[in-house]
């Protein structure tokens, strides 16, 4: 058991990690918006989390806090990445589509040139010797693990609440949402500030596994992935984001033999998937099993 | 000025471009009432449901209702305001379930919030109990109770139709606007969409503005017509009146 925590630890926490990150995204989702701003809370709450624990005017907080600083540090993470969240939301919620993608990403790349750019944040080099919370890594999973299955149950008790249901409305067709009393910006913000604040408290949980926080930390590379795990997984259902995450992120430790071949192989997995699973694998298996939970007459065949 | 009036167009106009979509059309409409608008295509109809609903913003005019003034007013304020509506082509919820659809327009008289939702506290729970009572009596009112969980989007035409009235009513609408419910219906299929408007008229106590082709059917249901026909209107009256008049004649048939 030690030998195998010791060889697959990590790479568990890594997949934890990235579901939530995935979950993160899928949040927006859930009111049909296309947001791919997560990575740059992330790096946000990353940041946040480094900077407390390691700046000199914050030392006398940590030395009276102890341990109880992380979780102050994810509260911090939280509160500031949801308050960045409704300024950016508001106005850029105003766009559709492709477009409200775009400035998502755009958000993203200022905040990533900001962080390198800031005396606060390190500026190239970043924040590094940022202390531990755990001697093991993969003693990590014992607060990702936790906060998933906290994230897992909020949505699953969301999809069937009031709020839930507005943001289905909304995704399903935002105008008549609005005919039938729904404010389509209140939920749409509503759903991206959601989606940000749990990637700031990912980040701020993420800064001391990684030991080191730097600008190249949520970059548009990362939006994509975690883009490619919601839609690879499916979209329409929480497990999607979930399966796709733990799918994407273990193939390259999969494929190491193939070296730099494997990248390849994550572009291959994304191609074939959007042509063959246009709703996810998720999707792909619920639809397969109401297939075969129908009885043939009611399917309509002659 | 009657006190009676609910509804009060005043000198409603809409204009895309050069286009005038909608031109200086005046009227009232009685409590209790249901209000035929009928004219050729491209007249200004639907337009003017849009403008009503707050989904088109109207280039000058007003609109109100119980002395309320609605233009102006984002779409969920209007929807808040207890007025319905149902669409020309169809704009139900497709890929959620039939008992969702009917669920959703009770957003505007519920209030539980995000975290109340999601810990289930008891008030969001007796809401919910609410909601979904009265979902399901809306879906028995319709007639598709059986078909709760299937998705709007796997009914036929007709189904769609009387769910998607199903869906205003949830609302709770105090003035419902139908935007050709009877397109697409057969002769018998309209001769029971007709008994039914005047069945949840009745049940509701609902003012009913209606946007129909079809002659017979509006001639026999509506208590007051208005014509328009490019925008303007051109008639208003009882449907016995409106058949009369020379300008519907000639907006119909040509003028000579």
Same mark, same amino acid.
């Given at each position: 058991m030690e030998g195998f925590l010791q060889n697959y630890g990590f790479l568990l926490v890594t997949l934890v990690q990235q579901a939530l990150l995935a979950l993160s995204l899928y949040f927006p %989702?859930?009111?049909?918006? /296309?947001s791919l701003a997560s990575p740059g809370f992330y790096a946000l709450g990353g940041y946040i989390a480094a900077i407390m624990a390691t700046v000199d005017s914050c030392a006398s907080l940590r030395n009276a806090?102890?341990?109880?600083? %992380?979780?102050?540090?994810? /509260?911090?993470?939280a509160l500031v990445s949801g308050i960045l969240a409704l300024i950016v939301g508001i106005p850029s919620l105003r766009l559709r589509g492709i477009y409200l993608a775009l400035g998502?990403?755009?958000?993203?790349e200022i905040l990533r040139v900001l962080f390198l750019n800031l005396d606060i944040t390190g500026g190239a080099i970043g924040i590094f010797d940022i202390p531990q919370l755990f001697e093991e890594r993969w003693s990590y999973i014992l607060i990702f693990g936790p906060l998933l299955v906290v994230v897992l149950l909020f949505i699953h008790r969301l999809q069937h609440s009031r709020t839930g249901r507005a943001f289905k409305a909304i995704r399903e067709d935002e105008l008549a949402a609005g005919a039938m009393g729904i404010n389509p910006t209140y939920y749409k913000v509503q759903a991206f500030v959601i989606g940000a604040v749990l990637a700031g408290i990912v980040g701020a949980m993420s800064a001391p596994l990684l030991n080191t926080w730097n600008a190249r930390q949520g970059t548009f590379d990362a939006s994509v992935s975690y883009l490619a795990y919601v839609l690879i997984g499916g979209s329409r259902s929480l497990w999607g984001p979930l399966l796709g995450a733990a799918l994407l992120a273990a193939l390259p430790e999969l494929l190491r033999p193939l070296r730099d071949a494997r990248l390849i192989m994550n572009g291959l997995v994304l191609v074939v998937a959007s042509i063959y699973l246009p709703h996810g694998i998720v999707g792909a298996l619920s639809r397969l099993w109401s297939f075969f939970s129908t009885p043939s007459a009611a399917r309509g065949g002659e | 000025m009657s006190m009676s009036h609910i509804l009060q167009a005043d000198r409603l106009s809409r204009n895309f471009g050069g286009l005038q979509a909608v031109d200086n059309v005046s009227f009232t409409v009685e409590e209790g009432e249901i209000f035929g608008l009928i004219g050729p295509n491209g007249a200004g109809k639907t337009t003017l449901f849009n403008l009503i609903t707050g989904l088109t913003p109207v280039s000058s005019?007003?609109?109100s209702y119980r002395g309320k003034l609605l233009t102006g007013l984002a779409p969920h304020c209007v929807a808040g305001q207890g007025i319905g509506r149902t669409f020309q082509n169809i704009r139900l919820f497709k890929g959620l379930s039939a008992l969702e659809n009917v669920k959703i327009p009770q957003h505007s008289r519920t209030g539980s919030g995000l975290m109340s939702g999601v810990l289930g506290l008891p008030a969001s729970r007796h809401e919910e109990r609410v909601v979904e009572e009265k979902a399901w009596e809306l879906l028995k009112l319709v007639g598709l109770s059986g078909r709760a969980v299937e998705l709007a989007g796997n009914f036929s035409y007709g189904d769609q139709r009387r769910l998607e009235i199903g869906r205003a009513l949830a609302l709770d609408p105090k003035v419902l606007l139908l935007d050709e419910p009877a397109a697409g219906m057969n002769a018998a299929e309209k001769h029971t969409l007709t008994a039914f408007i005047r069945e949840i008229r009745e049940q509701f106590h609902l003012t009913v503005l209606l946007i129909e082709h079809h002659v017979p059917l509006v001639m026999g249901l509506c208590d007051r017509i208005a014509v328009l026909n490019f925008g303007k209107l051109i008639a208003i009256?009882?449907?016995a009146e409106v058949q009369q008049s020379q300008a519907v004649i000639d907006a119909y048939l040509g003028a000579e």
């Open positions: %989702f859930m009111a049909g918006q /296309l806090l102890g341990w109880t600083i %992380f979780p102050l540090e994810w /509260l911090v993470a998502t990403i755009a958000f993203v | 005019g007003t609109f009256g009882a449907p």
